[in-house]
């Protein structure tokens, strides 16, 4: 099980963007290893946004997510990012990347590694 590192979060406008990068502190390749992200507003349960799969990279979002963020793999397959765009208030929270389950080839929003300290996303005026 890995335990990964998040970065990129901070204070952007409502409608503003963020580009949020995960990686394994160890600096291993993230290829073989299906990948989600998720949120966690305040005050309420975390919740899975987006999830890549392994190798052909089937991904997945969150209906609050489709049309707006998009996941993918850096092109050392050592990042898995999720590029934000038109945020909302409502997406403010920590968001959090771990390794996930996958059933059928298919990546679910199920984290199997212990959860790592998260980066915080404030969309505000």
């Known amino acids: 099980q890995l335990q990964l590192v998040e970065s990129g979060g901070g204070l952007v406008q409502p409608g503003g963007s963020l580009t949020l990068t995960c990686t394994d502190p160890s600096g291993f390749s993230l290829e073989s290893y299906a990948v989600g992200w998720f949120h966690q507003a305040p005050g309420k349960e975390r919740e899975g946004v987006s999830c890549?799969?392994?190798?052909?990279?089937?991904?997945s979002y969150a209906d609050s997510a489709k049309g707006r963020f998009t996941v993918s793999r850096g092109n050392a397959k050592k990042t898995v990012t999720l590029q934000m765009t038109n945020l909302k208030p409502e997406d403010t929270g920590v968001y959090y990347c771990?390794?996930?389950?996958?059933?059928?080839?298919?990546?679910?929003?199920?984290?199997?590694?212990?959860w790592g300290q998260g980066t915080q996303v404030t969309v505000s005026s």
């Open positions: 771990a390794q996930v389950y996958q059933r059928y080839g298919f990546c679910i929003h199920s984290a199997m590694g212990p």
């Open positions: 890549m799969s392994v190798n052909d990279g089937r991904t």
